[in-house]
């Protein structure tokens, strides 16, 4: 038992005894940086996402489509043309993967659901849901191409 104590007082003896480490300084959190809100009235509010998303939306009050903005990044539009332009540079430039895009209204307006992540670049704060899918019909552009238009 001696032995024993005595090994025990040498280990607290040589804690005693080891340089003292240096506090660490924690560095204080950063507010996070807050950036304005659109400029122009946000009432509706349009998030984009692969067309395989949501494949069907069920007019069901039972059946909720619920974007989760904890679970992935929605980027918002005040418009469905401002999404379809989000899109069209965006698939040109390599920023989103080439593929079926849809673009869908959600629940509630930029002030109750939405923040800014960046000027300009607004993503979704809050859960909501899908309201409905944004129908967007072809048409033909000056080169003959077909072009789409985003109907509300």
Known sequence: MRK??????LALGLGACAPAKQPQLI???????TYPGPEEPCDKVYAIAPGSF??????????EVVLEPSVAEFRIFCTPEAA???INK???????????WRIYQVQGSYSEI?????P?????????????????EP???SKGRRASKAKP
């Open 4 to 9: 024993i104590l005595a090994v025990c007082l």
């Open 27 to 33: 560095e204080p959190a950063q507010p996070e940086q």
């Open 54 to 63: 949501i494949m069907e939306l069920t007019p069901d009050p039972e059946y």
């Open 84 to 86: 379809r332009a989000y």
């Open 90 to 100: 965006g698939m040109a430039s390599g920023a989103l993967q080439k593929g079926d």
């Open 114 to 118: 939405g923040k800014a992540k960046a």
């Open 120 to 136: 300009g670049e607004y993503i979704l704060a809050k859960q909501t849901t899908l309201v409905d899918w944004v129908r967007e």
């Open 139 to 141: 048409q033909t552009s």
